[in-house]
């Protein structure tokens, strides 16, 4: 069966430092990847997604960049954090194009 | 781009009541699911449902693609059915991407 893993599950970081979220998907090949990020009480937004290896769309002009250096792999970064980055990012997949969403269990990263 | 709108925002109901959750869309959708988001924010996927009915356990959900709507029932509720329910769309036409709904927040009471 297909699992998707996420880490770390809380991160506190200061204004100005880097950051390097990763997700991996196992028991599928090809997956559609996404990063979403959720403000607290709020909906969920999409930030980036890639249909494959080294392909990334990103939704939202932001401090943050995505990668994807491998099939199931998905990196989200930033060189400097802001305030305005805190807030709860979920990783998530689909099999197809428009197929059922599925979501790691998410980070929630504090910038302070 | 395709707007979601969810009801009620939020709802209180007792341990054993019954409920129904609304999700009106405003564009043609290729299609539908629900989530739910418990407490410590885990989101799991419910229903994947384009158009029709399906029933897991206590849950179920209709779309009646249409009329564009959905409803979630969700029958003798527990207190685990807390958290918050979205569901989410995938427009039929264009580069449009999954868009969620503002979600309806339920705590369930013992």
């Known amino acids: 069966s297909q699992t998707i893993h996420q880490w770390p599950a809380t991160l506190v970081q200061p204004v100005g430092s880097p950051l390097s979220l990763e997700c991996t998907v196992e028991?599928?090949?090809?997956?559609?990847l996404y990063w979403y990020r959720q403000a607290a009480g709020r909906g969920l937004q999409l930030l980036f997604y890639?249909?494959?290896?080294?392909?990334i769309s990103s939704e939202v002009p932001q401090n943050l960049s995505a990668s994807r250096p491998q099939d199931r792999q998905f990196i989200l970064s930033s060189k400097k954090l802001l305030l305005s980055d805190s807030g709860f990012y979920l990783c998530?997949?689909?099999?197809?194009?428009?197929?059922?969403?599925?979501f790691g269990s998410g980070t929630q990263l504090s910038v302070l | 781009g395709i707007q979601v709108e969810q009801s009620p925002p939020d709802l209180i109901l007792q341990e054993g009541a019954n409920s129904t959750l609304r999700c009106n869309f405003s564009d043609s959708v290729n299609n539908l699911q629900w989530f739910h988001q418990n407490p410590w924010g885990q989101l799991i996927n419910l229903f994947y449902i384009p158009s029709g009915t399906k029933q897991n356990g206590r849950l179920s959900a209709t779309t009646v693609a249409t009329e564009r709507y959905s409803l979630l029932y969700i029958s003798s509720s527990q207190t685990t059915d807390s958290g918050v329910y979205f569901c989410a769309v995938w427009p039929n036409f264009g580069n449009e991407k999954l868009t969620f709904g503002t979600g309806t927040r339920l705590t369930i009471i013992p």
């Open positions: 998530a997949w689909t099999a197809t194009g428009r197929g059922k969403l599925f």
């Open positions: 890639s249909v494959g290896i080294g392909q």
């Open positions: 028991g599928t090949s090809n997956p559609n």
